[in-house]
């Protein structure tokens, strides 16, 4: 709540310069983004109409889902480690810098968090069929929810594997249910809202010839306008996905800046990239002369300079996974922890090798929940009770270090 009057004058904090026009455009029933899945910006939306347009009615919203996801997360994490394990990996969630940035401004992360936590929750409560609404919501709301849903079935397969048949029988009614909210609810929004699958471009070309009082020719001016209207529309789920996924594939937006380390995956768990190289969302820079001097000071910061007391827990996490599965111990948390940082690691990894380098670096966040139980599951399994406790707690206080140091608003010199 502190940090999201800043900035407050109708500046935008990264991508907030597009999502906040996209939420306004579907407050007033148009879609002028539909590479991206719609409940965020429904839910943006319904914030700006109740809150108003501005500071607040943008980031309100996503402080809320922020604080539920976090709860949610920290339920999940209980039933796997127990308490104050649970307590620390979702300090290490709340205290990366990235997410808690993403937690307080309008971007389109939070919503996908939420339901993802949700139907994690509601699984493990024995609520099959409401997980699987939930599951639906998340893909409604962000892409890289495809990730959470398979960490689950791989989660799910593995602890009924002494019943597989029951085990498929009840994922396939999970995924039928999952796919019938996303689809029947995007399909019903894309009847109402009809976004522009394509836009036809005319341009405008006038010749005026001007002509001094005898009639002769003097001059010859051309004005060139252009008209910019939709060429096609998106009517059922079917085509909004397969438009996001050409939007998002190969032929989609290639990033060609300079290289800079965090454009490659792997440089986000490795210490090779100093925190203030990572990419800037916002930033304000004052000088203030007086008689004692010139003094330079940055009041608004927004980096995105992931916690490396909880990024590189990639680590560890991976050791502890690799000790459980020997010693055969806590294997179901070591199956959650495995197949959620490699599915959620592996499509930035293969984008990084095979297609293009990557603008940013904050997709780390959507693995960064497995690699924080990872984490913690990591002190607990190879330091024991009490050694471990001690570890996350000077874990805990190396993240909030960092996080103090980082955080994006210090409005005094």
């Not at 339920?75 to 127990?82: E, N, P």
């Not at 993802?116 to 998340?138: I, K, N, P």
Request: with cysteine.
């Amino acid at each position: 709540m502190m940090q999201i009057a800043f900035p407050s004058d109708g500046a935008f904090v990264f991508d907030e310069a597009h999502y906040v026009p996209a939420s306004l455009a579907t407050l007033h029933g148009a879609d002028t983004n539909p590479a991206h899945p719609p409940l965020p910006k429904i839910i943006a939306a319904i914030g700006i109409a109740l809150l108003g347009n501005g500071w607040f009615g943008w980031r309100f919203p996503q402080v809320l889902m922020n604080i539920a996801a976090l709860y949610l997360f920290y339920l999940i994490v209980k039933r796997f480690l127990g308490d104050p394990w649970a307590l620390g990996a979702t300090m290490f969630l709340g205290l990366d810098t990235v997410f808690f940035i993403h937690g307080g401004i309008l971007v389109l992360d939070m919503a996908g968090f939420l339901f993802s936590f949700l139907a994690f929750e509601l699984y493990f409560r024995g609520r099959r069929d409401w997980s699987a609404v939930a599951m639906g919501l998340a893909f409604l709301s962000r892409i890289m929810a495809i990730f959470y849903f398979a960490t689950l079935a791989i989660y799910h397969l593995y602890s009924n594997r002494k019943d597989l048949r029951h085990a498929v029988r009840v994922g396939a009614r999970y995924t039928l249910i999952a796919v019938l909210v996303f689809g029947l609810l995007l399909t019903a929004y894309d009847a109402v809202y009809r976004p522009p699958s394509s836009t036809a471009v005319t341009n405008f070309v006038i010749t005026n010839v001007v002509k001094d009082e005898s009639g002769k020719a003097v001059t010859t001016v051309t004005t060139t306008s252009q008209s910019v209207a939709p060429a096609g529309f998106i009517t059922n789920a079917l085509d909004h996905v397969l438009f996001m996924m050409r939007y998002h594939g190969p032929g989609g937006i290639v990033i060609s800046e300079p290289y800079r380390p965090y454009q490659y995956a792997w440089n986000w768990v490795i210490p090779s990239v100093a925190a203030e190289d990572f990419p800037t969302y916002y930033r304000v820079d004052v000088t203030v002369t007086d008689p004692q001097g010139t003094t330079h000071y940055i009041p608004i910061w927004y980096i995105s300079a992931l916690n490396p007391a909880v990024v590189y827990g990639f680590w560890p996490a991976i050791i502890a996974l690799g000790v459980a599965l020997w010693r055969r111990r806590d294997v179901q948390t070591a199956v959650m922890v495995g197949a959620g940082i490699a599915l959620n690691c592996s499509p930035w990894l293969v984008i990084s090798l095979l297609v293009r380098r990557i603008g940013f670096n904050y997709y780390m966040i959507w693995p960064l929940p497995f690699i924080a139980l990872g984490l913690a599951f990591a002190w607990k399994t190879l330091l024991g009770e009490e050694n471990g406790k001690l570890v996350l707690a000077f874990n805990v206080l190396w993240a909030l270090g960092f996080f103090l140091k980082f955080f994006p608003v210090r409005p005094f010199t």
